[in-house]
């Protein structure tokens, strides 16, 4: 018999990336008193790792719990990014409700509409949270206006459309239903949760059933399963049977031999758990997302999303350069293998393949925000490794045909650059679909557009619009191959021989296009150190000293001025790289090369290609 569980509530928080979802789970674990009075606690305490930190991006889902009058909230914070969408759409199979955090002045943006679509397919009820009224440019009920236009967009039902909206500050603590009169802490917030999100249902009587939604991983007890209890009770050392609604003939008996609840930012262990809880399961070693664990006598799998596919990838290999296995501490293929395959472990958008090349490894993912997070990972790690140009991942129909990912980018800039953005965006098999003006002399521009035709495009649309325009980019669907794009139009400057630049040398080769080296750096041949200002590759010799002669002339040993080189970071390198090219990823340092060393064995492969 179903019953309702009312002294639990399961949510997630939803929004578009940099909406303030992770300040706002914050301020809610602040005011249920989850720290004590002294405790210092970090801003954006749930992101925990270095790369969220700095990006201030959230890249797994995470979960927490308060308790809120006898009420225990279980809160999941999901990414914003597109990249990330195949966590957000697991994780809402977990929960009875959503929080949908807008910003009160940027309103719905792309993400919003691609997190606010999931919710509603599942018939999840959502609160939507106007958070960031603080800001001077806050335009409230435009914002409310948006949101329910969306909602209408995507056929919310009369139900869904009827949701509470709360107006919030979470930088100061601050929420209520009025945008012009905010109380001084989140009681509105935590009262909508209680009184509007439906407290879980299931059967506590019947067999036992736990849908995995998400993956945690453990050096010291290998791989955690983390899901809700839909019906029965698991407990401690529990037989039961893992299947899976995807792969029928997937059942295999397992023991639960630790389970674990979350109570603020802690796993607490527990004997047994009922219908509601979320649970984290660890002593299962072959658990994946999508299982259900089930009592041995009623087997019976939870049907579940398929994740969605990968649509870039690029190739992983072994470091080969001249100065290779300097910096590093791990930098054999076997290093790589055993790392990649352990990123599948939490990361389910991820593919990786073995080639035909023991020393080379295709890893595919959402996009290069999501690969570029992973081999920055790896490079902290202290990996050493190199890796090729990100392409797309082409299809064929029915019919045949090849098709390709295409993008919808949504791009808000200063009016005086739209005319530079359409058309750099038209050269690579962009249309624009949409154009409408937004508040503070600024214009949303609509574009449908191949994956490819974006990759290496961030780094010149932040120079077009001089660091004032955003671009979100979605993915939408496989469409009919739209024709060759022309990538980069300058040429690059290869380093001639090996050695240490010079500052003679640098000299020389900077009059040709801009250089990515300063002086006294390692350099060997078929290296990259510039971009050359014209669209053939040059070679320079930037080892080369000066001949000193026995004559003195006044001025001719003048101080040499240099222009200080341009430092590409990871993401600009990778946008950087020409099909031809590799990037070298050392801990220590970032280096471009041509993947043919040999200048003479490069000039005979082009002739070829020709």
Known sequence: MLTKREDIRNIAIIAHVDHGKTTLVDELLKQSGVFRENQEV??????????????????LSKNTAVTYKNTKIN??????????????????????????????????????KFVLKKALALKLPVIVCVNKID?????????????????????????????????????NGQSGTDPDHVGPDMMPLFEAIVDYIPAPEGDPEAGTQVLISTIDYNDYVGRIGVGKVSNGVIRVNQEAVIVNAHEPDKQKKVKVSSLYEYDGLNKVAVKEATIGSIVAISGIADIHIGDTICAVDAVEPIPFQKISEPTIAMNFMVNDSPLAGQEGKFVTSRHIRDRLFKELNTDVSLRVE????????????????????????????GYEFAVSKAEVLYKQDSKGRKTEPMEVAYIDVPDEFTGTVIEKLGQRKGELQNM????????????????????????????????????????????????????????????????????????????????FIGPGEKVYSGMVIGQNGKPEDVEINVCKKKQLTNTRASGSDEALRLTPPKILSLEQALEFIDADELLEITPENLRIRKKILDPTLRKRAGFRKE
């Open 75 to 112: 809160i999941v914070d999901t990414p914003g990014h597109a990249d990330f969408g195949g966590e957000v759409e697991r994780v809402l199979k977990m929960v009875d409700g959503a929080i949908l955090v807008v910003d009160a002045f940027e309103g719905t943006m792309p993400q919003t």
């Open 42 to 59: 970090a801003e954006r305490v749930m992101d925990s790792n270095d790369i969220e930190r700095e990006r201030g991006i959230t890249i």
């Open 135 to 171: 800001r001077p440019e806050a335009r409230c009920s435009e914002v409310v206006d948006e949101v329910l236009e969306l909602f209408m967009d995507l056929d919310a039902d009369d139900k869904q459309l009827d949701c509470p909206f709360i107006y919030a500050s979470a930088k």
């Open 436 to 515: 409408t003006p937004i508040t503070g002399g600024y214009t949303r521009l609509e574009f449908s557009i191949p994956a490819r035709g974006l990759i290496g495009y961030r780094g010149e649309f932040m120079t077009d619009t001089k660091g004032n325009g955003i671009i979100n980019t979605i993915f939408d669907e496989y469409a009919p191959y739209k024709g060759d794009i022309q990538y980069r139009k300058q040429g690059s400057l290869i380093a001639f021989e090996s050695g240490e630049s010079i500052t003679y040398g640098l000299f020389n080769a900077q009059e040709r296009g801009t250089l």
């Open 354 to 381: 073995e080639t035909d090349s023991a020393d080379c490894f295709k890893v595919s993912g959402r996009g290069e925000l999501h690969l570029s997070v992973l081999i920055e990972n790896m490079r902290r790690e």
